[in-house]
C-alpha cells in the first residue's frame, strides 16, 4: 500500500544580502590569492584575475540593486489588488 504524499513545505528566503556579501568576499580573497601568486602564474591562467575583478564588481552591484528590487517588488504587490504584504 502505497504512503500518503505530504505537501510541500513552502520555500525559504535567503538573507539576499548576506548572500551577495559572502561571495563577493570570496572572490575578494581569490583576488587577493592571485595577486599574490603574481609571476608564478603561467601566462594562461592570468585571465582568472580578471575573472575576479568581474566578480567583485557583480558582488558590489547585486549589494546596491537587490534591496532596491525587493522594495520594489514590495510596493508593486502592495498596489494590486489582492497584492501580498
Do not use: H, Q
Amino acid at each position: 500500500m502505497a504512503r500518503p504524499l505530504r505537501e510541500a513545505p513552502p520555500p525559504l528566503e535567503g538573507n539576499d544580502r548576506i548572500i551577495t556579501a559572502v561571495i563577493t568576499a570570496a572572490w575578494l580573497v581569490a583576488l587577493v590569492v592571485l595577486l599574490v601568486l603574481g609571476d608564478r602564474l603561467p601566462a594562461p591562467d592570468r585571465s582568472w584575475i580578471w575573472t575576479c575583478v568581474v566578480g567583485i564588481g557583480l558582488g558590489l552591484f547585486g549589494l546596491a540593486y537587490v534591496p532596491r528590487l525587493k522594495r520594489s517588488r514590495a510596493r508593486a504587490a502592495a498596489r494590486s489588488p489582492g497584492g501580498r504584504e
